[in-house]
């Protein structure tokens, strides 16, 4: 069974550091590009960032561009994302999604085959 698990979420002062790791099972994320979708309360899932399958490659959205970082340990069977300078607008359910092949399909929902249930990250004082 494919499976996609997040992980990692949880309650963050304003500028702090959350990093988000996003495991698979059954499957081997190798041959899969991983994106970072987000959807706060009331508002539409929107991509944060997406990585190709070697890692060679990386899309940030403008939002999260210089903040974030996405990586990747596919020995590990694993895709992180790194959040630093968390702020307030970060608040959100953070799912991983896996489109199988290369490149990243960008920030599409549908083009992903593979969703994680989501792990809730909350910026709070």
């Known amino acids: 069974q494919f499976k996609l698990v997040e992980s990692g979420g949880g309650l963050v002062l304003p500028g702090g550091s959350l990093r988000l790791s996003c495991a698979a099972s059954g499957f081997t994320l190798d041959e899969y590009a991983i994106g970072w979708f987000r959807q706060a309360p009331g508002k539409a899932r929107e991509g944060v960032s997406c990585i190709s399958s070697s890692g060679s490659d990386t899309v940030y959205a403008d939002s999260v561009k210089g903040r974030f970082t996405i990586s990747r340990d596919n020995a590990k069977n694993t895709v992180y994302l790194q959040m630093n300078s968390v702020q307030f607008e970060d608040t959100a359910v953070y799912f991983c999604?896996?489109?199988?092949?290369?490149?990243?399909?960008?920030?599409?929902?549908?083009?992903?085959?593979?969703w994680g249930q989501g792990t809730q990250v909350t910026v709070s004082s």
């Open positions: 999604a896996a489109d199988w092949g290369h490149y990243c399909p960008g920030f599409v929902p549908f083009e992903y085959d593979y």
